[in-house]
């Protein structure tokens, strides 16, 4: 059974700086799809980023980027220049291709950015 | 960018009554949605896969009995928590997908607070 391990419950960091994020994962197959979700206070999911397993340029999206290491297994999320927006829990989240859709996500990082 | 839209936000009932959750695809058709379940500052655990004109896909340990998946329409899937309990009290969250292949971007709605008095 696929597993995805987020080992960060609690992160904080200063309003302009880079937080990194870490996300691993557990599968046998090869042909995959992760993605990073946020979500706020108002527990609305929001997609930040998603990445193809095939596809070797990691994804990024304005000042959130990952660092995806297929043979490590492991698909890392940076955020630049953080904003007090940010704070949010964010979860990883893994869904194999034969699955149907079927997300299986982390137990979730709960990132404070401070003034 | 597609939005899905959940009701009611909140909800508080009695324990032995029904309470009926809807899920629908404003802007696009959703031959599949998934319904999951969030505790207090945990994960979410995806309870069962809806799809549309055919029975749902309970995961392990979910009582279809309990939790009645009704997807009768490409736009709406319902979840009726039948005989309520306070254990039931949670937050429950849907998800439409929008396409037929697993890599097109699932839509998230934006949740269901339940309390079973």
């Known amino acids: 059974a696929q597993t995805v391990t987020q080992s960060q419950p609690e992160m904080s960091v200063q309003e302009a700086e880079t937080v990194t994020l870490s996300c691993t994962y557990d599968?046998?197959?090869?042909?995959?799809?992760l993605f990073w979700y946020k979500q706020p206070p108002s527990r609305q999911m929001i997609l930040v980023i998603r990445?193809?397993?095939?596809?070797?340029q990691n994804a990024t999206e304005n000042r959130f980027s990952v660092n995806f290491q297929k043979a490590a297994k492991s698909f890392s999320l940076k955020i630049s220049d953080s904003q007090l927006g940010d704070t949010a829990m964010y979860f990883c989240a893994f869904v194999e291709e034969t699955s149907g859709s079927r997300l299986t996500f982390g137990e979730g990082t709960q990132l404070t950015v401070n003034p | 960018g597609a939005v899905v839209s959940q009701h009611p936000s909140r909800v508080i009932c009695k324990s032995g009554t029904s309470v009926k959750i809807e899920c629908r695809s404003l802007?696009?058709?959703?031959?599949?949605m998934f319904w999951y379940r969030q505790f207090p500052k945990k994960s979410l655990m995806l309870m069962a896969t809806s799809n549309e004109g055919s029975k749902a896909t309970y995961e392990q340990g979910v009582e279809k009995d309990k939790f009645l998946i009704n997807h009768a329409s490409l736009t709406l899937s319902t979840l009726t928590v039948t005989s309520a309990h306070p254990e039931d009290s949670s937050f429950y969250i849907c998800?439409?997908?929008?396409?037929?292949?697993?890599?097109?971007?699932?839509?998230f709605g934006s949740g269901t607070q339940l309390s079973v008095l």
């Open positions: 998800s439409a997908r929008m396409g037929g292949r697993t890599n097109e971007k699932l839509f």
């Open positions: 990445q193809e397993a095939y596809k070797q």
């Open positions: 802007d696009f058709q959703a031959t599949t």
């Open positions: 599968t046998s197959e090869s042909n995959y799809y």
